[in-house]
């Protein structure tokens, strides 16, 4: 398992706007596929945004599409979530997770344990 490091959650208010990071060590994420999930409580989780590793194919949930941006910076071996707009039922636990294999990104966020690691996931609460 890889270690992932995410950063970036807290308190926002709706219309605003968060980056949600997740960095590893010893290893370089270009390789990896990276998917964000998301739970809120009481809810399943749900993925909100993948990407293929190396040339970079993005999906994205229609719950999230327009909104939401994944990128990865690989110099500073870095993927990011860009959250515009958030509303109120954005509001979920964020996970990053990667994985060394090809996994599909082109008509869903393949499922949360087709990925072999995850980070801790920040909280997002949105509310005013």
């Known amino acids: 398992q890889l270690q992932l490091v995410e950063s970036g959650g807290g308190l926002v208010q709706p219309g605003g706007s968060l980056r949600l990071s997740c960095s590893a060590s010893?290893?370089?994420?270009?390789?990896?596929?990276i998917g964000w999930f998301r739970q809120a409580p009481g809810k399943e989780r749900e993925g909100v945004s993948c990407?293929?590793?190396?040339?970079?194919?993005?999906y994205y949930a229609d719950s999230v599409k327009g909104r939401f941006t994944i990128s990865r910076d690989n110099a500073k071996n870095t993927v990011y979530l860009q959250m515009n707009n958030l509303k109120p039922e954005d509001t979920a636990v964020y996970y990053c997770a990667a994985d060394v294999g090809p996994l599909s990104c082109l008509e869903e966020v393949p499922g949360f344990y087709e990925y072999d690691s995850w980070g801790k996931g920040p909280q997002v609460p949105v509310s005013s």
């Open positions: 990407m293929h590793r190396y040339d970079d194919d993005r």
């Open positions: 010893g290893f370089t994420l270009d390789a990896y596929a």
